[in-house]
């Protein structure tokens, strides 16, 4: 398929890369990756996303480990924590003498968006450069390690790491819903999934890895019933997100 420009087409490669070549990523790319992503829009312009890199890899072993065994965790050259940053917002508050944030749903949903915007900005700036990464929800498998080990202050949520480096294999690209499923013109219309269940059956079978006899709602049922993360509500309550 062709695209119109160079921007579409890296977007139609992306394909998460969970097998890294070794080779390392050096200081001033990974800035120039956070820098670009920066660029995100903001609500409110309020920047609540604050990101660490985990070079320690005693503690790069326990978040792998955390994370379900996700051995790339520990093998990719870079991995980062993507944290929802109301403490920086709520100092900026303060120093313009207001008073504290109060855990408002509108300021987490706020800073969770703002996260997720740079978060994504930031792995397309990586596959620019011809890099690979994964982000890792696992991470809230026990979102308090990273709390622990990243020293994070109150009203610091890490929402999901990202492992970022030289891709070391092929991967497939996986197919998206079309576009007239995710697309409503002026209301919401039911979908008719049968099409893509099929044509997500045959991706699963005929890929070359991993090869299953599934349909993607088999897949997505499974994923919904499998990853329900009990703990997450009082832990971004614990936080300081979600109070009100
Ligand atoms: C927030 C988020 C969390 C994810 N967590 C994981 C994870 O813990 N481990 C993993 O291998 N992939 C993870 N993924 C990657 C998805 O599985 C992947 O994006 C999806 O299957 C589509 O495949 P693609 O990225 O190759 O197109 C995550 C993706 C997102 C957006």
Not at 15 to 34: A, C, K, M
Not at 41 to 48: D, T, Y
Not at 219 to 244: D, I, Q, V, W
Request: net charge neutral; hydrophobic share 40%; aromatic share 8%.
């Amino acid at each position: 398929m062709t695209h119109p420009n160079e921007t579409l087409a890296l977007m139609a490669r992306h394909r998460s890369v969970r097998q890294f070549s070794g080779r390392p990523v050096d200081e001033e790319t990974l800035r120039q990756i956070i820098r670009s992503a920066q660029g995100a829009a903001s609500s409110s312009f309020v920047q609540a996303v604050s990101v660490v890199r985990i070079t320690d890899t005693q503690a790069r072993k326990r978040f792998a480990e955390a994370t379900g065994g996700q051995v790339w965790v520990e093998q990719a050259a870079e991995f980062l924590i993507w944290c929802a940053d109301l403490h920086r917002v709520e100092l900026a508050c303060h120093k313009a003498g207001e008073p504290a944030l109060e855990g408002y749903t509108e300021h987490s949903l706020v800073a969770i968006i703002d996260t997720a915007l740079v978060a994504q900005n930031a792995l397309l700036a990586a596959e620019s450069l011809g890099l690979g990464g994964v982000f890792i929800g696992g991470l809230r498998n026990n979102p308090a390690l990273a709390v622990e080990i990243c020293a994070l202050p109150p009203q610091v949520v890490p929402l999901f790491g990202m492992c970022l480096g030289w891709p070391g294999g092929e991967t497939g690209i996986k197919p998206r819903l079309p576009v007239d499923i995710v697309l409503h013109q002026d209301r919401y219309h039911e979908p008719d999934l049968q099409d893509y269940d099929q044509r997500m059956a045959s991706y699963y079978a005929a890929r070359s890895s991993k090869t299953k006899q599934r349909t993607w709602s088999q897949e997505t049922a499974k994923a919904m019933h499998g990853k329900k993360r009990e703990h997450m509500l009082a832990f971004l309550r614990e936080r300081g997100f979600f109070l009100r």
